[in-house]
């Protein structure tokens, strides 16, 4: 059964004894239903601290949980002097959330989440504007391409920036996920989605323009997608990196396989297998320090003796991006390239509204530009 199958308890119904632990965990398990691993993972950050707080607090049945219990909560969060406005908000929102799913299970009074004053935040502070500019991105894959050409480093860069796609999503890729030649198109007659007669499918191969890489989710191999099968999709690449991949995986690649004997296009240099998230989003934050990438320090530190340099220390320069930040500035890229929010939403397996209000960040001087283009066509 659903969350939203629940019928809120009416007033006066005995409420029925839940642990707040127990409840947890129920919550999550709905939740994994219909949302990705990774919005399960960042829900259970976010509440996970409330549960313990009530636990500290000496409530073991959220029968006996009130208003008070959540003001203490909230203030002690506040007071803490260590968290930003839109942390809280997204905290503060996941765990009405959680309360709420307490009520539909008559273990919460009706009116416990209510008292849940959630900050509210304008569109600017909705709005994370930090992200990977286009003449950085271009600087790290000039600087790659001519020092460390078809590494493992330069690939990951390359399709960071140029498909948009998420961490988990390039990690997902295999080989037989890359159509670099007309070869490669073989692969495609098998695939269930292209289960058509024999002329039809001359008809569809014959219009695939190559290169391209193909984002598929392989939930039980250990290699989802964030949307799901909704999110798989074949991505046009440049002949540029498709050179790139094509002489990585012929003379560079690291050989393996992971545990399900899929040959993965990102190996791990520790152990044959699998490059991991946390693997890629060190790659993103190491390649994004200017000083690893022949720039100088715009921090005035030593690189001899600074502690971004030390390993797992790399997020502490304050220049390093993530993997979502180079994704953010992809979007913007493309949109200053003139590419539609329609067309880029499918590319990267978002939404138009997010691509418009979140993703895209308009470098102002060059999007006038563009809309002058436009202004000259109205006088044609």
Aim: with cysteine.
């Amino acid at each position: 059964m659903r969350d939203d199958e629940y019928e809120a308890p009416a007033a006066g119904d005995e409420l029925i004894p839940m642990a707040p632990r127990e409840a947890f965990e129920i919550w999550l398990e709905r939740q994994e239903m219909d949302k990705s691993e990774s919005t399960v993972q960042s829900y259970r950050y976010r509440v996970r601290p409330f549960v313990e707080f009530l636990e500290e607090e000496g409530v073991d049945n959220l029968n006996d949980l009130n208003g008070r219990h959540v003001l203490r909560f909230d203030s002690m969060r506040r007071s803490s002097g260590d968290i930003q406005k839109n942390t809280l908000n997204n905290q503060l929102g996941t765990i009405r959330q959680y309360l709420e799913f307490g009520i539909r299970a008559n273990a919460v009074e009706p009116a416990v989440a209510s008292q849940v004053d959630i900050p509210q935040l304008s569109k600017d502070e909705r709005i994370n504007r930090e992200k990977l500019p286009t003449q950085r991105a271009k600087d790290i894959l000039e600087y790659l391409g001519r020092f460390e050409y078809a590494s493992r480093d330069h690939v990951l860069a390359f399709l960071l920036w140029e498909t948009g796609a998420r961490a988990g999503s390039l990690r997902a890729l295999d080989l037989e996920d890359i159509y670099l030649g007309e070869d490669d198109l073989d692969r495609l007659r098998y695939q269930e989605d292209l289960d058509v007669g024999e002329s039809v499918l001359e008809e569809i191969l014959g219009g695939v323009e190559l290169p391209f890489v193909y984002f598929r989710h392989r939930p039980d191999e250990d290699t989802p997608l964030k949307k799901k099968y909704g999110g798989e999709r074949p991505v046009n690449i440049s002949e540029e990196l498709g050179e790139v991949l094509r002489d990585y995986i012929w003379y560079r690649r690291v050989e393996g396989s992971d545990e399900n004997d899929r040959k993965p296009l990102l190996t791990s240099k520790k152990s044959p297998g699998r490059i991991t998230v946390s693997g890629i989003r060190i790659r993103a934050y190491e390649l994004t320090q200017p000083c690893q990438v022949g720039k100088e320090c715009p921090h005035d530190r030593d690189p001899a003796d600074c502690e971004a340099r030390v390993h797992g220390q790399q997020s502490r320069c304050p220049s390093v991006r993530s993997p979502h930040k180079w994704r953010t500035g992809s979007v913007t890229w493309h949109r200053d390239r003139g590419w539609a929010p329609e067309d880029i939403a499918t590319k990267m397996a978002t939404s138009v509204e997010l691509v418009n209000s979140v993703y895209d960040q308009p470098e102002k001087l060059r999007r006038m530009a563009i809309r002058r283009e436009n202004l000259d066509k109205l006088y044609e």
